[in-house]
């Protein structure tokens, strides 16, 4: 976690109510993780607020930038805007815990909480699943959707008379 120190928000010595961080992210940053990245040249600022309590600490991380991505069907590089914000609650324990989705439990002891992962995570879940760039113009999208693989609308099939024999017999137990 050394490599991830820059990117500490250290609570300890400050006082009780809001404080504003401000981080600037690129491909350094991602770097730093031992992942593949779904896209490239990241420039992203992350605005950190935290709003400290004397028992527990809330985080309201929010993203905000562009990254370049590799459309889909053109398989042309363009920027896409990424914009996100996530809530966490801090709350302090015996041993860290991220095992709830909201809430983080980290030692009694630290002084300073690491928010690379929780911005790490916000800017993957601001990917589209789907990358399809602004220049892809509306004919080729029809003409894509008349060549798609189409969902069946047959609600039930019929059932084998076979099977229901077995399942008279699971029903009889």
Known sequence: MDKLRNYDVSFSGLKTGRHEFRFEIDKEFFQ???TEQEFTNPKIAVDVLLDKHSTFLEF???????VELVCDISNENFDHPIENEIKVLVKFGEEYD???EDVI???AADHAFNVAQLIY????L???MKKISPNVSEEDLAILDKFS?????EEEH???PRWDALKNLKNKN
Do not use: M, Q, R, Y
């Open 121 to 124: 995570e916000n800017v993957a």
């Open 158 to 160: 019929e059932s084998d």
């Open 149 to 153: 693989p189409k969902e069946d609308d």
């Open 126 to 128: 601001s990917i589209p």
């Open 105 to 107: 439990t980290i030692p």
């Open 32 to 34: 730093l993780f031992d």
């Open 60 to 66: 309201e991380i929010k993203v905000k930038g562009t």
């Open 98 to 100: 991220d095992s709830e």
